[in-house]
């Protein structure tokens, strides 16, 4: 009888809690939203680097091969999640929106939570992979006098960039992740006009790339990236992010090949128009991507969270 009596006063509580206004705890919102300029993981750690400051407040499922991403998130910030997805400067689009129980949500929040841990580790070691081969390529594209190696050494900065920040930013506040961030898209920022700089120069004064250390240093980078997607192989199903990594490190071995390529039209041709126009097409490529880091911005309801 006291059981009974028990459950049915729960019941009550709850009931009563309810009816109090307090529904909004029982209940969570998912917002979907198409992200038009969201094709590879850079753009999925850019968006999570903006959402950092929210915690456990927002949940992810992302969806890169139809540039789509869900938010779980509590109803009272919806207008702030769209602010904060606009801000990034993808292209954001808000497709629906829809109330969920809580009970979605949480298995939603578990779930990837599981899963971020998995990745951490694989993210990790592409993290090494790609500052390794960054430091050794841009040394030997110096040496070879190619720009296309010095190019493609700046595509591995910037992958490592973006995996060390998303690393980083953990557990920091909104100022110092938007600041790591920062940093790294200057850096990224400043090594791709030099590389610019130095096709235009090239171009204009000449130059002699080595083809034998191009498609040497080239292949080497091609074993390290095929590496990487050994490595996501493991983990390419544990969720949206890690399908996508296996994308990027596929269109890194696409650039490697082109370094190879034109490696060997320069020694086919003993002419240096192959390799700048690998290294115009790389260079551009960096460029682009420093522009999207460093369009981030801080969003009120980041400054409001660290004031808590």
């Known amino acids: 009888m006291l059981t009974v009596n028990t459950m049915t006063n729960d019941l009550n509580d709850k009931t009563e809690s309810l009816l109090n206004g307090d529904i909004e705890t029982w209940i969570s919102c998912v917002s979907v939203f198409n992200v038009t300029k969201m094709d590879c993981p850079s753009e999925e750690n850019l968006i999570r680097t903006a959402f950092a400051n929210f915690g456990e407040d927002v949940t992810f499922e992302f969806d890169i091969s139809s540039r789509t991403v869900r938010l779980y998130h509590h109803p009272n910030i919806t207008e702030t999640i769209e602010a904060t997805l606009n801000s990034v400067g993808l292209g954001a689009k808000l497709i629906s929106r829809e109330s969920v129980d809580c009970d979605t949500s949480q298995r939603v929040k578990d779930a990837s939570l599981h899963s971020e841990q998995r990745e951490s580790r694989v993210l990790i070691w592409l993290l090494v992979i790609n500052a390794i081969m960054f430091l050794l390529?841009?040394?030997?594209?110096?040496?070879?006098?190619?720009?296309?190696?010095?190019?493609?050494?700046?595509?591995?900065?910037?992958?490592?960039?973006?995996?060390?920040?998303?690393?980083?930013?953990?557990?920091?506040?909104?100022?110092?992740?938007?600041?790591?961030?920062?940093?790294?898209?200057?850096?990224?920022?400043?090594?791709?006009?030099?590389?610019?700089?130095?096709?235009?120069?090239?171009?204009?004064?000449?130059?002699?790339?080595?083809?034998?250390?191009?498609?040497?240093?080239?292949?080497?980078?091609?074993?390290?990236?095929?590496?990487?997607?050994?490595?996501?192989?493991?983990?390419?199903?544990?969720?949206?992010?890690?399908?996508?990594?296996?994308?990027?490190?596929?269109?890194?071995?696409?650039?490697?090949?082109?370094?190879?390529?034109?490696?060997?039209?320069?020694?086919?041709?003993?002419?240096?128009?192959?390799?700048?126009?690998?290294?115009?097409?790389?260079g551009l490529i960096v460029l682009y991507g420093a522009r999207r880091i460093l369009s981030l911005k801080i969003t009120d309801n980041d400054e409001k969270n660290e004031a808590f």
């Open 137 to 282: 390529e841009i040394i030997v594209g110096i040496m070879a006098q190619s720009t296309g190696l010095i190019a493609d050494s700046l595509d591995m900065f910037a992958d490592a960039a973006v995996y060390g920040v998303s690393l980083y930013a953990v557990g920091k506040s909104a100022q110092l992740k938007l600041k790591s961030a920062h940093f790294s898209g200057w850096l990224q920022l400043a090594l791709a006009l030099g590389v610019l700089f130095e096709v235009m120069r090239r171009a204009i004064y000449g130059s002699e790339p080595v083809s034998t250390l191009m498609m040497g240093m080239g292949a080497i980078a091609l074993i390290a990236n095929i590496a990487c997607l050994l490595l996501i192989f493991k983990s390419r199903n544990d969720g949206a992010h890690m399908k996508a990594s296996w994308i990027f490190s596929a269109n890194d071995v696409l650039a490697n090949i082109g370094v190879i390529v034109a490696g060997s039209l320069v020694a086919l041709s003993g002419s240096q128009i192959p390799d700048l126009v690998i290294g115009l097409i790389i």
